[in-house]
């Protein structure tokens, strides 16, 4: 069963009553979403890089926030983006039109942007806008084949690896990495010590930074050269 709560910043999330599990810090969904993935990943890329064009992938597009702050972040760069996600267990449409993210952007048609994001097609690569494409996979992330140096960034938002150890394995971990181009970033909430240990046998620096409010660190992942 899933649930509709309010968060710290009046944002909302969603709790997955079995797993016992929210799809964002209680702390602030919005916040922690703008701070990890908007801020760590897209605007330290966007600032390193300053590419016109960036591919990125999410694994686990649950409500969209992240495809929606980064799509309404866009227009202030002028970039084109590319935005794949995964997804194993898409929402319920009526629930993911009760989510209250449009209220916190200032952007005129932010919910007719929001909704639209939601009911582009699945398995199909959808134009959102001139400069946004998204293309929704309904798959789960271990037994979606990924292609080598594809992604600039990856938002890796899995439930906690206490929750779902399985999207967290050395496997998993290992065929996202080999999706990122060389200087390519991947950024999560999470910073637990096994997943730190985990990416050092792959091929990335690692930087552990501050987190969002209520956490106190996340970590950014740059894949370097072989
Ligand atoms: C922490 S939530 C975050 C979702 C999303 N990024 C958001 O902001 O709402 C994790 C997401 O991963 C999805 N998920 C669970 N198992 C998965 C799997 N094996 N492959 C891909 N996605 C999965 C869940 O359904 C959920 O939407």
């Not at 810090?25 to 390193?48: D, P, R, T, W």
């Not at 591919?55 to 686990?60: D, S």
């Not at 227009?75 to 084109?80: D, E, F, M, T």
């Not at 930087?207 to 106190?216: I, N």
Request: overall charge negative.
């Amino acid at each position: 069963m899933l649930q509709l709560l309010k968060t710290s910043d009046g944002s909302h999330t969603i709790r997955h009553v079995e797993l016992n599990e929210t799809y964002h810090s209680i702390h602030g969904a919005v916040q922690e979403s703008k701070h990890v993935f908007i801020q760590n990943g897209l605007h330290f890329y966007i600032e390193k890089h300053k590419p016109s064009c960036l591919k990125i992938l999410e694994v686990g597009f649950g409500t969209g926030l992240n495809a929606f702050l980064t799509m309404i972040d866009e227009k202030s760069h002028g970039i084109s983006i590319m935005y794949d996600a995964v997804e194993a267990f898409p929402l319920p449409g009526e629930m993911a039109m009760e989510l209250n993210y449009p209220d916190f952007v200032e952007t005129s048609n932010a919910a007719s942007i929001f909704s639209a994001l939601h009911k582009a097609a699945w398995n199909e690569t959808s134009s959102m806008s001139t400069d946004f494409t998204l293309r929704k996979m309904h798959n789960s992330v271990q037994a979606t084949m990924l292609e080598k140096s594809t992604y600039d960034i990856v938002y890796f938002d899995a439930f906690a690896p206490k929750t779902q150890p399985d999207m967290w394995s050395a496997s998993v971990l290992s065929n996202v990495i080999w999706a990122i181009k060389t200087g390519g970033v991947l950024v999560t909430y999470c910073a637990s010590g096994q997943f730190k240990r985990d990416l050092k046998s792959l091929q990335v620096e690692i930087e552990v930074l501050h987190g969002p409010p209520g956490k106190k660190e996340m970590v950014r992942a740059s894949r370097i050269p072989k």
